[in-house]
């Protein structure tokens, strides 16, 4: 049995122009272990696929389709049975580690929280295991630390706080939204590393969110590139990195500056702009801004496409490219 | 030409005192950083949080005053202008901010937005005021008839511009950029670094550009500075020094980018 199992997820929204899907045919499952990367732009659907993971939509969302944890459907759990499972059984790292610390209590404290709630140790027990989890991610000077407030680290070691706290009780899956974007790039390299040795030593499912590239391709095993709240691309990332094929992909590679381009190249551009949620055409979402698009592209959301072993696009119009490519070669 | 010329700059902060009776601790937050940056050419700035950029983008732009050192634009010492002076200045010198949702006024429309610095640094009248703006937005690839919507009917990507033209408006000779792409998506963050590129070959601007993104700076700039607590720690063009490091600090942040 997968560890997580996704299928069919649609996620609607309640917004003042009237209902709006933030997700649509989103399915995808992963084994115990398995690391996977979910990528795109704002709005895109990536962040609210980890939320509907978390079971944090915001208020009024409908949820249709199925999200299966060991083989427990989630989309139907009430609210308590959440409460059982977050920071139980799906451990979660947000972006921002200021916001996601309590700026009152201490850092031994938050860690120590999830173990009383859902391990049932006592307070002497708990801390214990709080300086055990400081020094697995690496924080110098744990125990000091323990008694510390989170104003009184670096955002480096705030965001090693965080991972403890989501560890603390050894979840079986790890969601992780951009949980290097506020921080400089030597940090996070070294928090990124930390992550995969936790997911390795440990065996959890790991889910990375990014908007960078760069960040996914050494540390996923299998890429998802989502658009207009939908996967539109997917497969193994060396795949996905040396074989892209969906025109939002080869977009989104294309406009990204590499070292070693020479002073004053242009980058290629997507024209337009991502389409607005309550706006989204009941087609391919990336067709107004496609340069292959045909009729046909706008009539329904395009089916996935096989373009290699589990390596899949949403995309009508990949014959173009593999034409294109083939000529290239002749 | 040379524009901006940056010598022995320091600046030293002053810490809340810890006890009483003791001397208050001073941070130095920038050290002895020299260079001279010629009229139309890019500097990019890299370094971690804490290595000083800032400090130096608000020193070069005479929002503090320097510990030590000058900063001389076309020869004057902008920290020893009398105000007059300075506000003519001031003209001279713009700046773009990282994130565009915060450094533009929602309650203000484009056109009180963009044509603000022609009315305060060179008492521009209204119709002068609503024909530079229009100009400026057309360089920036927005319409004339944006000028009467507010920021909140823009893309990131959108605000970002408008910030850029707010900061042409005036003809400055110098923009200094704090991280004006990082807050962007990837395609926009194209965009808006094509057309930064695009607005110095047609009017010549000089960029001081502050970055943590080494692919970037690579692009637009032709020579770039490392900081490293406050002090420059190499200093060359981007294309060789990113090939070959000299320093143990640039060959850490140059392992650190991700995805290589």
Redesign the interface.
Known sequence: MPLLEVQDLRVTLQTARGPADALREVSFSMERGETIGLIG??GCGKSMTALALMGLLPEGARVTGSMRLDGTELTTLAESDWCALRGHRIGMVFQEPMTALNPLHTVGRQIAEPLRLHKGLDARAARAEALRLLERVHLPQARARLDAHPHQLS?GQRQRVVIAIALACAPDLLVADEPTTAL??????EV?DLIGELVRDSGMGLVLIS????????RVQRLFVMYGGTVSEYGPTAEVFAHHAHPYSL??FA????????????????PG??PDLADLPVGCPFADRCARVVPACRVALPAPVALGPGHMARCLRLDVQTHARAEAAA | MTLLAVEHLGKRYRLPRRNLFAAAPEVQALADVNFALQAGRSLGIVGESGSGKSTLARLVMALEVPSSGHVRLDGDDLHALDAAALRRARARLQMVFQDPYGSLDPRRTVLQTVAEPLAVLHGAGRAEQRERAAEVLDAVGLRPGDLGKYPHEFSGGQRQRIAIARALVTRPELIVADEPVSALDVSVQAQVLNLMQDLQERYGVTYLFISHDLAVVELVCDEVIVLQHGRVVEHGRPHEMFRRPQHAYTQRLLAAVPGR
Do not use: F, K, Y
């Open positions: 732009e704002s955002g400089d790039v030597t940090i996070q390299r990124l908007h960078n590239l760069g960040v996914m391709a050494d977009g989104l406009a990204r500056p590499r070292l070693g381009l020479a002073r004053g190249t242009r980058l290629a551009t997507i702009r991502v």
